[in-house]
């Protein structure tokens, strides 16, 4: 696995950084919208997104830091304010336990549909000051969370541009030290923190590393399971378990289904 690791991670990441930048720019012209929207969460994947944009459009842009205060850890909150503050970017604050709270007042009690309603607020939340400013919402996913499904659909599932969505997690990580993020965001564990104690890996039952170095194997060299368990990518158990993520979220990557 280590040498598909490796042919992953060899990206030209300039180039990938320009790309970036001028799909950024030339959205924000041909939409004729007057800036870009994003959650700032403290995480990889987001701080990866708010420096492309401080290159681009730093005066444009506006992060949005949403944590639970219940269950948010407080370091994440405080890498987010460090983060924009290090970048030049407008940032506002705005925790969203209240609105969390009011909401669950009305709700059966559910963890795991009252942790994707965090996602949701969320996406409310940007999709509103996006509405006042006329600016676009800036999806955070990568391909390894896309394809697998690991998002909230009309949660963080939603956004008028991803610009990150053909990075996989371990690229991301080799593009966030060429992009110089601090070292403490990069090596944090992944978490999308919609309940307590939420760790991405933890909940998936595997890791990114095996994420990746399957998915790569199977969508962009196109390799067969039997081909990709001869290579010694991965255990068949592991393999069944990443294309089972992948075959049950087809539907988050579509278009709603209508009836005709």
């Given at each position: 696995?280590?040498?598909?690791?490796?042919?992953?991670?060899?990206?030209?990441?300039?180039?990938?950084?320009?790309?970036?930048?001028?799909?950024?720019?030339?959205?924000?012209?041909?939409?004729?919208?007057?800036?870009?929207?994003?959650?700032?969460?403290?995480?990889?994947?987001?701080?990866?997104?708010?420096?492309?944009?401080?290159?681009?459009?730093?005066?444009?842009t506006?992060?949005?830091?949403?944590?639970?205060?219940?269950?948010?850890?407080?370091?994440?909150?405080?890498?987010?304010?460090?983060?924009?503050?290090?970048l030049?970017?407008?940032?506002?604050?705005?925790?969203?336990?209240?609105?969390?709270?009011?909401?669950?007042?009305?709700?059966?009690?559910?963890?795991?549909?009252?942790?994707?309603?965090?996602?949701?607020?969320?996406?409310?939340?940007?999709?509103?000051?996006?509405?006042?400013?006329?600016?676009?919402?800036?999806?955070?996913?990568?391909?390894?969370?896309?394809?697998?499904?690991?998002?909230?659909?009309?949660?963080?599932?939603?956004?008028?541009?991803?610009?990150?969505?053909?990075l996989?997690?371990i690229?991301?990580?080799?593009?966030?030290?060429?992009?110089?993020?601090?070292?403490?965001?990069i090596?944090?564990?992944?978490?999308?923190?919609?309940?307590?104690?939420?760790?991405?890996e933890?909940?998936?039952?595997?890791?990114?590393?095996?994420?990746?170095?399957?998915?790569?194997?199977?969508?962009?060299?196109?390799?067969?399971?039997?081909?990709?368990?001869?290579?010694?990518?991965?255990?068949?158990?592991?393999?069944?378990?990443?294309?089972?993520?992948?075959k049950?979220?087809e539907?988050?990557?579509?278009?709603?289904?209508?009836?005709?």
């Open positions: 696995m280590d040498t598909i690791l490796e042919e992953i991670k060899n990206q030209d990441y300039k180039l990938i950084k320009n790309g970036i930048e001028h799909f950024l720019l030339d959205e924000v012209k041909s939409r004729q919208a007057n800036g870009l929207v994003l959650g700032l969460s403290g995480g990889i994947d987001s701080a990866v997104v708010a420096a492309l944009c401080s290159n681009t459009l730093k005066e444009k506006l992060a949005l830091i949403m944590p639970d205060s219940k269950i948010t850890p407080n370091e994440d909150t405080r890498d987010g304010i460090e983060l924009a503050k290090q030049g970017l407008d940032y506002k604050i705005i925790d969203i336990n209240p609105i969390h709270l009011e909401f669950a007042k009305y709700l059966e009690p559910n963890e795991r549909a009252l942790g994707n309603l965090r996602a949701r607020i969320r996406a409310n939340i940007l999709y509103y000051h996006a509405n006042i400013t006329n600016s676009l919402v800036l999806g955070s996913g990568d391909k390894s969370e896309f394809l697998i499904g690991y998002f909230t659909k009309h949660g963080d599932g939603s956004s008028d541009l991803q610009p990150i969505v053909s996989y997690k690229q991301i990580r080799e593009f966030a030290k060429y992009l110089d993020i601090p070292n403490k965001i090596q944090k564990k992944s978490s999308p923190h919609l309940w307590s104690h939420h760790i991405a933890n909940e998936l039952g595997v890791s990114y590393e095996e994420i990746d170095a399957v998915l790569y194997c199977m969508i962009d060299k196109k390799m067969s399971k039997s081909e990709i368990l001869k290579m010694g990518v991965a255990t068949e158990q592991i393999f069944d378990k990443i294309y089972s993520l992948y049950n979220s539907h988050k990557r579509i278009m709603p289904k209508a009836f005709s």
